[in-house]
């Protein structure tokens, strides 16, 4: 069955540090993979995917991913941490067939220190 | 992209009533989705909301708990039924975008059931 994995459901780091937040991916089929935030009482903004093509991704907010099937994971990641970047971050796939479904990992909320 | 909108924002409720959730989209959109955000949870696919034929229940969720109406290809409704405080969550609705195969978020509506 397919699953999304994200390892740990806190990060902290400090502003202008590197920001790093793991997901890995169970799928039979070559995935579509997505990176939603969403803030504090708000709905789920994209922030960056990868279906086909190159598989490094760079999204909104400086953010960016990389797709390694050889281990299966799609890590987000950015330079720099800054104070605005403190919300939660979903993972999520879907098998590019007519259903459109995602299915979600557990999210992790990353909290950024003065 | 599409706008997306969802009433009521939050509301609360007493257990044993039911309480209906509007989605709107400010363009035409093929394919809608509800979904289910339980306290420090992830997302989890309610349904397919189906234009003119009745939803998709993924597993777990029934149809006479979780009544859907698409009566056009931009709205939508949710109703979520006989409410128990288990039923607090987040619901967010999702279309997929034009000419993609992304998921676009609204707002959520934000339901506490005492």
């Known amino acids: 069955a397919q699953s999304v994995t994200q390892l740990g459901s806190h990060v902290s780091v400090s502003e202008g540090a590197l920001v790093l937040l793991r997901c890995n991916y169970s799928s039979s089929v070559p995935p579509y993979l997505f990176w939603y935030v969403q803030y504090p009482n708000q709905g789920l903004q994209l922030l960056l995917k990868?279906?086909?093509?190159?598989?490094l991704v760079k999204g909104i907010n400086g953010f960016e991913a990389e797709f390694k099937k050889s281990e299966t994971s799609f890590h987000l990641t950015k330079p720099s941490a800054h104070m605005s970047d403190a919300a939660e971050y979903f993972c999520a796939v879907s098998f590019g067939d007519s259903s459109y479904k995602l299915i979600f990992g557990s999210g992790t909320r990353l909290l950024v220190r003065p | 992209s599409a706008v997306i909108s969802q009433k009521p924002s939050r509301d609360i409720c007493q257990r044993g009533t039911s309480l209906t959730i509007q989605c709107q989209v400010d363009?035409?959109?093929?394919?809608m989705f509800w979904y289910r955000q339980q306290p420090g949870q992830s997302l989890t696919l309610i349904a397919t909301?189906?234009?003119?034929?009745?939803?998709?229940?993924e597993s777990g969720f029934v149809i006479d708990k979780f009544p859907i109406s698409r009566p056009n290809l931009t709205f939508s409704t949710l109703t979520v039924s006989n409410m128990s405080p288990e039923d607090s969550s987040i619901y967010l609705c999702s279309i997929i975008g034009q000419r993609t195969d992304t998921q676009y978020f609204g707002p959520g509506t934000r339901l506490t059931v005492l």
């Open positions: 990868y279906t086909t093509g190159a598989t």
């Open positions: 909301a189906n234009q003119g034929s009745e939803a998709t229940y």
């Open positions: 363009s035409q959109v093929t394919m």
